[in-house]
């Protein structure tokens, strides 16, 4: 198998950390939606990663999509992602805040990045900011330790794993040091676990200054 996209994506990072947790063999192919946009372009029409090519050329796109395939690999009994009932439904629940929060940090970024100072969206700014607010506040709440559900490793340990070193990254302002307690914890423990570690992202996976 082959994973398109560079690691400073949570979305790319989450299928790398899930891809490595069930030992699953793959190479890398580190292209940028920016640099690489035509290759990019030519796999997934939305120019977007991940995209997870398969032994048999079957091209996936969506984190959601490609973790739903490893998952069915990967079967009942090592699935990160339980199979059903209250325990599926609050992973999803808790990945589903997760993966939003990246879409507004991601949004906000771009916002901030892309545009001069004096065209920026005060609103849009505003409102974004609050909505990664009030989402990392609603998973400290529900946050446990040492994983998100107390006891097991979940598919919701790595998406908010991959999500907070991502926010750090791009808005460390939105997660102080002396907030998110719990989420801190969290963010540790996964980053010390050997799955996190082969996915680290690396200097040269940037996002340029200009579209
Ligand atoms: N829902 C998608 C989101 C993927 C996503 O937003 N990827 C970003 C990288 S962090 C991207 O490729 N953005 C380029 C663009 O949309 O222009 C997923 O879960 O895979």
Redesign the pocket.
Known sequence: MILVGQYD???VRRVAVTLHHYHMPFTRKPLS?FSDKKAVQAINP?????ILILEDGEALI???AILDHLDHVAGHARAMTPPNGTERRRVLQACAVS?GVS?KV?ALFFERTFHEASHISKTLDARLSSQIKTSLEWLEHACGTPWYFDNKMSQADVTIGCMLSHLKLRLPEFFPADKYQKLHALSRHCEMKEEFDAARISANETVPKKL
Do not use: A, H, K, Q
Not at 46 to 50: E, M
């Open positions: 994506s949570p979305f939606v939305l120019l977007r990663v991940p969506d984190s959601n993966t879409d991601v």
